[in-house]
């Protein structure tokens, strides 16, 4: 079976489901077919009600929405590349705690998941380091 997360193959499966559910099988047999919950061919089945076909499209994105919009996505990116000494403290690395601190006083929004800071950390260009936090790539 291909990946839980990919888009493509997800889309394929609701594709299959919807032939068998207009051939008239049953959402509980098109479940086993499919290898999905009855809870999730429930839910196709009312999206195909409700939108048609469009309804099973594949979803542009997976995952949670970032709170911050692209502008200020981007302004962020720019600001973590500077540094943290930068902007007021005696740090010379980022750590994840940081990070959070200086998005929740900046931005005033609180990132409670520790998987969205590596990843903009990795965008702005740092690796990890350790405990020694997050270190420019190249830096040693």
């Given at each position: 079976m291909?990946?839980?997360?990919?888009?493509?193959?997800?889309?394929?499966?609701?594709?299959?489901?919807?032939r068998l559910l207009s051939d008239g099988v049953s959402q509980a047999e098109t479940a086993r077919r499919v290898g999905v919950s009855r809870?999730?061919?429930h839910s196709w089945a009312r999206m195909l009600n409700a939108r048609g076909t469009d309804g099973l499209r594949r979803a542009t994105a997976l995952g949670r929405r970032?709170?911050?919009?692209?502008?200020?996505?981007?302004?962020?990116v720019r600001e973590l590349r500077n540094g943290p000494d930068v902007h007021g403290t005696r740090a010379t690395t980022w750590t994840i705690a940081r990070v959070r601190r200086f998005?929740?006083?900046?931005?005033?929004?609180?990132?409670?998941?520790?998987?969205?800071?590596?990843?903009?950390?990795?965008?702005?260009?740092?690796?990890?380091?350790?405990?020694?936090?997050?270190?420019?790539?190249?830096?040693?």
């Open positions: 291909a990946g839980r997360r990919d888009p493509i193959a997800l889309e394929k499966r609701r594709r299959k489901a919807e809870q999730s061919v970032w709170r911050l919009d692209q502008e200020l996505h981007n302004q962020l998005i929740a006083y900046r931005y005033g929004v609180v990132y409670r998941k520790t998987k969205l800071i590596p990843h903009l950390l990795r965008e702005a260009g740092f690796e990890p380091r350790g405990r020694a936090g997050w270190k420019r790539r190249g830096d040693d």
